[in-house]
């Protein structure tokens, strides 16, 4: 496969929002199904996506998809899904959440947009005595909980990230004291983005670095476009940059590209990257030499991990919690890595383009 071919569908991906509402394979209540000794032979579980715009969001979808497929094929007890996606958008997902309650879920599996206005869905959700999911977003502390909570440890993602990229200067000879950070942060009324922006720093911190400016980007491309150069503008020895995903990168390549400063690893006046995810978008770029690292998030983990937590929330257990440690890819080891078939993007990639 060609990088150029990849890189162009991973963009119209980022470009794109997906309009998906209501898909599912049932529409309406059903009586509670239960099988010869009274135990039940099929939960339903309500899927409340935050948007499916990004190679990660697709690929966690797909994958949940496709382990519910395999369940259902090996298992007597079956699942079904019903889905919807908010476009990004917090009260379109309150009202989606409340329709699938109305359709009778056992359990609502929801990546909240916004980690504190998902309280008010929590509590309708327990009033109508189901069960919570928050899925790749820890909620805003202080608040009603969920269930159970799935998904990458993203503090961990930004820390190994960064640590790994500082190291990456201290042995090119820069000393810690000379290294600036600008910190790319999502959004910050989501907690995982907190979180992100909090191991990014705690990494900075300990390696004796500092951050010289933040980015809130609102997970927008062109936020980080717009407004990148004025802060490399006001901060001329900056020589860190972190987003905390890869899609994020694409601004910072733009405006790298635009003062001549998109230069590879070695080449004198190169600015180190640092980013999260390990998405087709990022191995590229470790690949062609630019991107210095990132913090490696196995998502069809995190997406069968959810499956399981959903079932076993749906039969009454009570199954806690699921965080995926991450691993820092860079140019020194992502080779290696290829050669053992390691990530999970290129089998994706191989799916869903056959």
């Known amino acids: 496969m060609q990088v150029k071919k990849?890189?162009?569908?991973?963009?119209?991906?980022?470009?794109?929002?997906?309009?998906?509402?209501?898909?599912?394979?049932?529409?309406?209540?059903?009586?509670?199904?239960?099988?010869?000794?009274?135990?039940k032979s099929e939960v339903t579980i309500g899927i409340a996506w935050p948007s499916l715009g990004t190679q990660a969001w697709s690929a966690m979808a797909d994958y949940l998809r496709w382990y519910v497929e395999d369940w259902n094929e090996q298992k007597d007890m079956q699942i079904k899904l019903i889905e919807t996606t908010a476009g990004d958008?917090?009260?379109?997902?309150?009202?989606?959440?409340?329709?699938?309650?109305?359709?009778?879920?056992?359990?609502?599996?929801?990546?909240?947009?916004?980690?504190?206005?998902?309280?008010?869905?929590?509590?309708?959700?327990?009033?109508?005595?189901?069960?919570?999911?928050?899925?790749?977003?820890?909620?805003?502390p202080g608040g009603p909980e969920a269930d159970s909570t799935v998904g990458p440890d993203t503090y961990d993602t930004a820390y190994v990230s960064v640590d790994a990229a500082i190291k990456k200067m201290a042995e090119d000879g820069i000393a810690a004291e000379d290294i600036q950070v600008i910190r790319v942060q999502g959004d910050l009324k989501d907690q995982n983005a907190m979180r992100y922006g909090e191991g990014c720093e705690a990494a900075v911190?300990?390696?004796?670095?500092?951050?010289?400016?933040?980015?809130?980007?609102?997970?927008?491309?062109?936020?980080?476009?717009?407004?990148?150069?004025?802060?490399?503008?006001?901060?001329?020895?900056?020589n860190l940059i972190f987003?905390?995903?890869?899609?994020?990168?694409?601004?910072?390549?733009?405006?790298?590209?635009?003062?001549?400063?998109?230069?590879?690893?070695?080449?004198?006046?190169?600015?180190?990257?640092?980013?999260?995810?390990?998405?087709?978008?990022g191995l590229e770029m470790i690949q062609s030499g630019y991107l210095d690292a990132t913090g490696y998030e196995d998502l069809k983990a995190v997406s069968e991990n959810a499956v399981e937590n959903a079932v076993k929330l749906a039969l009454d257990e009570e199954p806690g919690d699921y965080f995926v440690k991450s691993e820092a890819i860079t140019q020194e080891n992502i080779e290696s890595l290829l050669s053992e078939n390691y990530f999970w993007v290129y089998d994706y990639v191989e799916k869903t383009e056959k």
């Open 89 to 140: 958008d917090a009260a379109a997902q309150e009202t989606q959440i409340r329709d699938l309650l109305n359709q009778d879920v056992d359990v609502v599996i929801s990546g909240a947009i916004d980690t504190t206005a998902i309280w008010s869905s929590i509590t309708e959700t327990h009033d109508a005595g189901k069960k919570f999911m928050s899925f790749c977003r820890r909620l805003t």
């Open 205 to 238: 911190k300990d390696n004796g670095a500092k951050i010289v400016a933040d980015i809130e980007s609102n997970w927008s491309v062109e936020t980080v476009m717009n407004k990148l150069a004025p802060t490399l503008q006001a901060n001329e020895k900056a």
């Open 6 to 39: 990849r890189m162009k569908k991973i963009l119209s991906i980022v470009l794109t929002m997906a309009l998906l509402t209501g898909v599912g394979l049932t529409g309406c209540s059903q009586p509670e199904e239960k099988d010869a000794g009274g135990k």
């Open 243 to 281: 987003t905390p995903n890869e899609d994020l990168m694409l601004g910072v390549q733009s405006v790298l590209e635009g003062q001549g400063q998109w230069l590879k690893s070695g080449e004198e006046g190169h600015i180190y990257l640092a980013a999260a995810g390990g998405c087709e978008i």
